[in-house]
């Protein structure tokens, strides 16, 4: 009976049994599919795509990392050249005042 499904064998299912039971038959059927389509073909393509965005993650982490490390040199660096700016123009007016003193 589970062999070839036509119209004649669901008629006469549904004779034998009723309208109710074999819709719940196959709603049954319909769910247990559904269930196992997702056991064998989604839950391991979400669990390979959990790993991949873990590592992706990960990555960005880093990035992020040596984004904050790159920000700090740079800021170093304009400090630096900021303050030597102030001194040069802190001898240059330091000089100036000495030879207009004299």
């Known amino acids: 009976m589970l062999g070839e499904i036509s119209v004649e064998n669901v008629a006469a299912l549904i004779s034998e049994f009723g309208f109710p039971i074999v819709m719940m038959v196959s709603l049954g059927y319909f769910v247990y599919y559904i269930w196992n389509a997702i056991q064998t073909v989604i839950n391991p393509a979400v669990n390979a795509q959990h790993m991949a965005l873990i590592k992706l993650i990960d ?23 900021e303050n030597e700016i102030l001194n040069r123009s802190n001898n240059k007016s330091n000089t100036g005042h000495s030879s207009t003193s004299r």
């Not at 990555?59 to 490390?69: A, E, F, G, W």
């Not at 800021?75 to 630096?80: C, K, N, P, S």
Request: hydrophobic fraction near 45%.
């Open 59 to 81: 990555q960005v982490r880093m990035l992020d990392n040596d984004i904050i490390r790159l920000q700090e040199k740079i800021d170093t660096v304009l400090q630096i050249k």
